[in-house]
């Protein structure tokens, strides 16, 4: 039986420690003392370790915390053991940014699930998964992908698919896919559409439908069918409209320049300077 340690109880580590468990991994879990995680961890029925037992833990290790608290959560321990450890991300961003220290026989791993943990543990329930992206950036133990690939599997991540690549490019494409589309255009349309219906003395009830509700079904044409497949199977009036509005509301060439204005920042490392800034700021 595989075993691994999750630190953090939040809304991936549950997920993370239920389906570990269930795919009959032995688990344990870490968390803050005087959180509240650690009696939830309790009240679903794992072993919680001690800071002490934490610290002589080997193998593989599933930190499931904040990006910004990697670097130090990992300085104690690259003098705790002579053991091989293999600390493990759910996404590239700690790996890529962060000047991740750890001992020369430890690995660091990356398996990101694509979805968030409520979606991860429910389509485990369902028979399904999802999408899993894996990487490796340092492999001491010359067994880091094996062991990425066994976690993925034991997640759920092969029911759907697995793509390897390497931590700085899933960190590149989540972060631009985020800014560019899932939480920045896509909020702003929806929020300024509603806003302007509602102006023109449309009821908030039905702008709201048009531009939110309605908006699922668009996306789930485009999943299921592609984003040409998805037009194939609108209206003509949909279609015809969509297309020229587009245009007018946004530009291509104005679009692309600014992705490549937001790609630099993030590749160049002055966004996450400029995250770390506002953490702080706000400590």
Known sequence: ?????VVGYGNQGKAWAKNLRDSA?????YARPEG???KAALADGFSVLSYVQLLETTGPIAILLPDEHAARFLEPFQQSSKEARQFVFAHGYALTYGNLQVAPQDDLLLVAPKGIGQKLRENYLAGSGVLGVLAVSKDATTTAWSTAEEIAKGLGLDRVGIIKT??????????LSEQVVL???????VEEGERFLIEKGIPKEIARYECLNELK???DMMVEHGVEGMYQKISTAARFGGLN???RILPKE????GMDYLWEKITNGEFAKQLEAEIERKK
Request: proline residues 2%; aromatic residues 4%.
């Open 183 to 189: 939480c920045g255009a896509v909020p702003r349309l």
């Open 254 to 257: 104005h679009l692309r320049e």
């Open 245 to 247: 509005a587009a245009e």
């Open 166 to 175: 390497t931590a700085e490019k899933e960190t590149f494409t989540d972060l």
């Open 1 to 5: 039986m595989r075993e691994i340690t």
């Open 217 to 219: 079904l668009i996306v």
């Open 25 to 29: 991994w032995k688990v344990k879990v």
């Open 36 to 38: 509240s995680a650690i």
